[in-house]
């Protein structure tokens, strides 16, 4: 059987029906035609000015959320066809996990959500389904209205991490790269977004991701987890031959584990170190050096996934598609990704430097988000001076000021402040 044999007509939906491509056109697959509606979006290459984890204006070597999305979406490729699932869905489920990132990554995403309490709250997971459905420009339905790149029902259920709206969020848990506690909660749709919810949900009960969304998920945690490693021992910022781990592990359980003990961990981390890729010696600049670093990422991603489809394989008795079946990731693995994530946050994110960074990018970001408010319709672009022209009340104008300062890039966010408030900030 053909993989796209196993994906049905309701798979194949669009929330728009569209008329017939021209006789002449290269004959592609619904899937391929998401793929590459995503590549071509505006929001796709507006993440290479955005961050990672260290600002893409620091180096040119460190990885930003466009090259970020790229390895990501190598890896969900690989995978979703090593399982049998379709690598064109889970790549582009991939290459748009990131799109909803405001400026500044993960920390705008915290100043946005607390910023964005009183109108339900931002989630960038929430904001990729909201750009893929209503605010990149493609589709309009027949009442007028966006419909965004109007992708497949299973490449939009593939793009849902968090397939629930806030009211039904788990309690969060963790800490902020700051190391305070975790108050932002992740949910993946908002309340005025619930219809193309529903609709993209269609026929699943509850809240089981599909399995290509558990692929784009453990894609994105395996390239993090080693890339940021990487980039660290790039910058110089840590070195995997002399680890404290007493603090490590404070940094590991603070974040990810926070009842193993020190046994459990160190058993992990001496499972990787037994690689014979894993450095002996620090890393020197040297291309010998880098290529070593290209080898260990490699074999690590190739460790974590060869386990996971190994697992998988295990427990399934249907095809791995959709609703069908569940991806299953050992524990070892769990805890391996788990432990780079930790060196990484406690060498990298935890930073004194980075720490005070991140704290003026908050402050900016509030000053920019309450700035655009004051000015209104004059302070944004024309598509969102439109979105705050239909709004039918402040809740609804103010979440288009969450939309519009949440599509900027770090330096036009810089910029627009700047232009804003009249001040360069410190």
């Not at 450095?279 to 070593?292: I, Q």
Request: charged share 30%.
């Amino acid at each position: 059987m053909l993989i796209d044999d196993l994906y049905d007509d309701a798979a194949r939906e669009r929330i728009v029906a569209e008329p017939p491509k021209r006789v002449d056109a290269p004959v592609r697959t619904p899937f391929e035609r998401d793929r590459a509606r995503v590549v071509h979006a505006a929001s796709s290459r507006r993440l290479a000015a955005k961050t990672q984890v260290v600002g893409p204006q620091t180096d040119d070597f460190v990885r930003n959320r466009l090259t970020h999305s790229l390895e990501v979406a190598q890896v969900a490729r690989d995978l979703a066809r090593a399982l049998g699932c379709h690598p064109d869905i889970a790549e582009t489920a991939a290459l748009a996990h990131d799109l909803g990132h405001p400026p500044f990554g993960h920390n705008g995403e915290r100043a946005l959500a607390e910023l964005s309490q009183g109108i339900g709250g931002f989630e960038g997971n929430a904001q990729t389904l909201r750009l893929l459905t209503r605010l990149e420009a493609k589709t309009f339905g027949p009442d007028g209205r966006s419909a965004g790149l109007n992708l497949t029902r299973a490449t939009l259920d593939a793009c849902t991490k968090y397939p629930w709206p806030r009211a039904e969020a788990p309690d969060p848990g963790g800490v902020h790269a700051d190391g305070t506690p975790r108050h932002v909660v992740k949910f993946g749709v908002y309340d005025d977004d619930l219809p193309v919810f529903e609709w993209l949900r269609r026929g699943v009960e509850g809240d089981r991701r599909c399995l290509e969304a558990q692929v784009m998920d453990l894609a994105d945690d395996v390239a993090y987890s080693v890339h940021d490693v990487e980039d660290g021992i790039v910058a110089g910022r840590l070195d995997l031959t002399r680890l404290d781990l007493d603090a490590l592990w404070e940094t590991v359980r603070a974040w990810h584990f926070p009842d193993l003990d020190d046994a459990e961990l160190e058993s992990a981390l001496e499972g990787m170190r037994r690689q014979a890729s894993w450095p002996r010696t620090a890393y020197d600049g040297s291309r010998r050096s880098l290529g070593a670093i290209k080898n260990l990422t490699s074999d690590l991603i190739g460790r974590f996934c060869g386990s996971v489809q190994a697992a998988t394989f295990a427990a399934a008795d249907e095809p791995l598609v959709r609703h069908r079946a569940d991806l299953v990731v050992p524990r070892e693995t769990e805890l391996e990704i788990g432990i780079l994530k930790g060196i990484a946050a406690h060498y990298v994110m935890q930073a004194e430097d980075r720490v005070a960074l991140m704290a003026r990018q908050r402050e900016l970001m509030s000053e920019l988000v309450e700035a655009t408010w004051a000015r209104g319709p004059e302070s944004l672009d024309r598509p969102f001076a439109d979105d705050w022209a239909a709004a039918d009340d402040d809740v609804a104008r103010r979440r288009v000021v969450m939309d519009q300062v949440a599509s900027l890039t770090d330096a036009s966010a810089v910029a627009r402040h700047r232009t804003l408030t009249q001040r360069v900030p410190t």
